[in-house]
Every structure is written in C-alpha cells, then in structure tokens.
C-alpha cells in the first residue's frame, strides 16, 4: 500500500459516514437485536435503455438494498459478513491515508470474498451509497491500460508511471508536442501500430492508449486529465465494428451507468467522459465501400476478407439492445452509432480492424490516412 495526499477534510467526512455504518451494527449488537443490517445503494443493473421522462445526461438513481444478518439464508448472512470487512478495510485506509488495490483487498481474505468480483461490486456499492467515487475510498484497481507516445510526466512524489499512470493534480504533465490523442480497442493492434513504420513518424505528436477491451477506470482517469488540461488536443476511438466495440467507445464518451458515481467530480464538472470523442473507424461505410469494391458477391467477401465475419446471436442481440439506449434512439446524439449498428443487423456482418490489413500498406497506413483527412477536414 502507498501514503498518499487527499483532500483532508473531504476524507473526513467520507471517513465520518463509515463510521456511522459501524456504529449502527455495533448498536444492533449491544441492544441484542434481532437483526442486523447495513442499506447500500446500487446501479449494477442500470442500462442506457430509453426512457422517455430521463434526462439523457442524468444517470438513473440508484436503488437501495438492506443486506441483513443472520438473515434468511446463509448466503445473505455470507453478504452481510463481507460487507462488514469491506467497510472495515477502507476505513483502515482512509484513517492510515494509504491506497490498496481491490486485487489486494481480496487476497486480505480469498477464502471469505471467494472471487475478485465480490469485492469489486461492494467496493463499487460503497461508493454509489456515499456518493463519491472509489479513489475518494483510497481503493483503486491495478492499471490495465498501455500508453505510448511523445509526452512527459513529473510525479510529485518522485514515482515513475507504470502501464497508464496515475495522474494527481499536484503532477506535472508536459503535452507540449503532442498534437492527438488515439483510443485503440485492442492491444494487439496498438502494438501493431507502435511497430509501424508511420508510428515512427507521428510518434512525436501523437499518444497512442489501449485499455485491452473495456476500459478500467485508471485509463479514463488518465485520459480526462489530458482533455482537461489541453481542450484543444483531438481524441479518436478506433474499435471494431460490432456491437461491443461501440459500447466500449459509448464507455469513453459518456462514461458507465454501472459506475455513474465515478463521472461527476465534488463539484459536479465531468470527471471521467471525453464528450469530444471522435469516432475514427471501424464505422459502416468504410466497410461496405470495401464489400462493395472488391467482391464479386456478398457471400465471397464474408468468406474471404480477413477480420470480416457474421453475427453471432450474441451480436445481434447485444445490438437489439443497443438499438434501446437513449444514445442511439431516434432522435438522440448518436446518429451514426445507430445506422451502424441497423446495417450491422441487416447485413448479418461485423469486422475487427484487422480488416484493413489486406490494404496496401496494412492497417497502420490506413489509421494514418484516416487520421490525415480528419485533420484536412479541421
């Protein structure tokens, strides 16, 4: 665990609340109550579903669940016990000022939390209950995040940046030289990419970032510190073109409904979305001009090209579902995420942006050429 620099009196009162939760159990216990019981707060079920009377920038509110002992069952007396040493895990931290990991906060005790997501979601639960987001609990996750390019940090506490750095506002960042931001969905491609030969000329301009998959929260941390701190510098997304590369694209733009209470800040500025986000590919035209262009038919082109594949019934529903939300309704901001994923249904089709690697010069002169006509079109 590491010392770290909070804000003191904000900690306090984060600290304050947790000891009121104990408290109220250590009562029940004196009193000999029949049961005890800690309410927590959830949106582990909210989706972006549309609803009418929802604002569409307002995450639904969370709903309340009293977790009590001994309970009904033995696996509700297990969820209350587990709780209880969650709370008390962080209010050691929070009171020693020092930072654990949920990694570490598991292996405290395999045999009680069983698996890594329990923690997860109470961790997540204790939070949405406080309102405040994890790091203000002194808990983070392990960074799982890459980052390459031209930029310079200056930790404040002398550390060196490991997989995506930890960025505090008493770091200095130097972006001086750089010019865009690329998102990639995948490692696999990122590391295609830094060994480019394009790579080597937009290294010193660019920064290169990969969450392998949906992003973990320490990325997007990373990334709304840049937009924050240099608006003018461009942010663009490159997944696949299929269901879940979208989500995971809708996940930078506009953050989780799942982890609402990590978006906003204490004084209610946008914490973690990149509202600027431009969408570089794979999108629907640049595949169907493809299908269009190099095969005599449909069924060759699905059978041929390389990273070009049908829908599983997990993609279309996963799209159907999509076709819900309030981004990609009708009238709502998403226009294009929308039409992709109509012609994702109707062709049966999704590809990964190793599609573009039969191209001359491979996906990475393609990813420079997509980037030289956003910037033409500045």
């Not at 987001?133 to 995040?145: D, E, H, I, Q």
């Not at 696949?240 to 590369?245: A, L, Q, R, V």
């Not at 794979?282 to 001009?289: A, D, F, W």
């Amino acid at each position: 665990m590491l010392a770290v620099r909070t804000n003191v009196p904000f900690r306090d009162w984060v600290i304050a609340r947790i000891e009121e939760m104990l408290e109220r159990i250590v009562d029940g216990l004196l009193e000999e109550s029949d049961q005890l019981t800690v309410t927590l707060k959830s949106r582990s079920n909210a989706t972006r579903r549309t609803n009418p009377s929802q604002d569409l920038e307002r995450p639904p509110s969370p709903k309340s669940k009293d977790i009590t002992f001994p309970g009904g069952t033995v696996q509700e007396a297990w969820r209350f016990t587990v709780v209880v040493r969650v709370l008390e895990l962080v209010h050691g931290c929070l009171v020693d000022n020092t930072v654990m990991t949920k990694r570490d906060m598991y292996y405290r005790h395999p045999d009680l939390f069983v698996k890594q997501s329990v923690v997860d979601r109470y961790v997540d639960d204790l939070a949405c209950t406080l309102g405040v987001s994890r790091a203000s609990l002194n808990v983070t996750a392990a960074a799982k995040g890459l980052v390459a390019g031209n930029f310079r940090i200056q930790k404040s506490d002398g550390a060196l940046g490991i997989l995506v750095p930890s960025i505090s506002d008493d770091d200095i960042l130097d972006l001086s030289c750089v010019c865009r931001v690329v998102i990639i969905e995948k490692e696999a491609t990122f590391r295609t990419i830094l060994q480019s030969p394009h790579w080597k000329i937009r290294s010193s301009r660019c920064i290169l970032v990969t969450a392998k998959g949906y992003p973990d929260i320490a990325t997007r941390h990373f990334l709304r510190y840049i937009t924050d701190r240099s608006p003018q510098i461009p942010f663009f997304a490159l997944v696949d073109f299929d269901p879940d590369g979208i989500a995971i694209m809708s996940t930078y733009k506009y953050g989780s409904f799942r982890l609402a209470h990590e978006n906003v800040t204490a004084g209610g500025a946008p914490a973690l979305n990149l509202p600027e986000l431009n969408w570089l590919g794979v999108q629907s035209r640049q595949i169907v001009r493809s299908l269009v262009t190099k095969h005599d038919s449909y069924d060759s082109a699905i059978t041929d090209a390389q990273g070009l594949m049908r829908l599983t019934p997990r993609d279309r529903k996963k799209a159907r579902c999509m076709l819900e939300w309030d981004l990609c309704a009708e009238d709502g901001p998403e226009p294009a995420w929308r039409q992709s994923l109509q012609t994702m249904l109707m062709l049966n089709v999704k590809a990964e942006m190793q599609f573009f690697e039969q191209l001359p010069g491979g996906l990475s002169a393609w990813v420079e050429e997509e980037l030289s006509v956003k910037e033409r079109e500045k």
